[in-house]
């Protein structure tokens, strides 16, 4: 079991930067798949980004796809979430979120909400027009 605690978000200006965080808890970080998912009010949580639990595989929502960039530091148990040229449609709740995977080698990446097994307590990220 796994407990992740979100940081790092803020009040920016469009086109800014913040760098979330997402710290877990216990010693099998590493055998986790990471996602960071967001939330806007009154609309339903989507899928932001994904990273194996390896690090070797990253994948985008193409809403995001070359602003914001997912990363892990496994000896720190903490996966990031660099958001760069941030526009007032990415104001929401930002999520991470943990998926155990059994197999070491494993390289695959997930999007889905169901896929995650463990969830952050969330990071608000408001940016101003």
């Known amino acids: 079991q796994v407990q992740l605690v979100d940081s790092g978000g803020g009040l920016v200006q469009a086109g800014g930067s913040l760098r979330l965080s997402c710290a877990a808890s216990?010693?099998?970080?590493?055998?986790?798949?990471m996602g960071w998912f967001r939330q806007a009010l009154g609309k339903e949580r989507e899928f932001v980004a994904a990273?194996?639990?390896?690090?070797?595989?990253?994948y985008y929502a193409n809403s995001v796809k070359g602003r914001f960039t997912i990363s892990r530091d496994n000896a720190k148990n903490t996966v990031y979430l660099q958001i760069d040229s941030l526009k007032p449609g990415d104001t929401a709740i930002y999520y991470c979120?943990?998926?155990?995977?059994?197999?070491?080698?494993?390289?695959?990446?997930?999007?889905?909400?169901?896929?995650?097994?463990?969830w952050g307590q969330g990071t608000q990220v408001t940016v101003s027009s």
């Open positions: 990273i194996s639990r390896n690090g070797g595989r990253t």
């Open positions: 979120a943990g998926k155990e995977i059994g197999y070491r080698w494993s390289t695959d990446y997930y999007t889905g909400t169901y896929d995650y097994d463990y």
């Open positions: 216990g010693r099998t970080f590493s055998s986790y798949a």
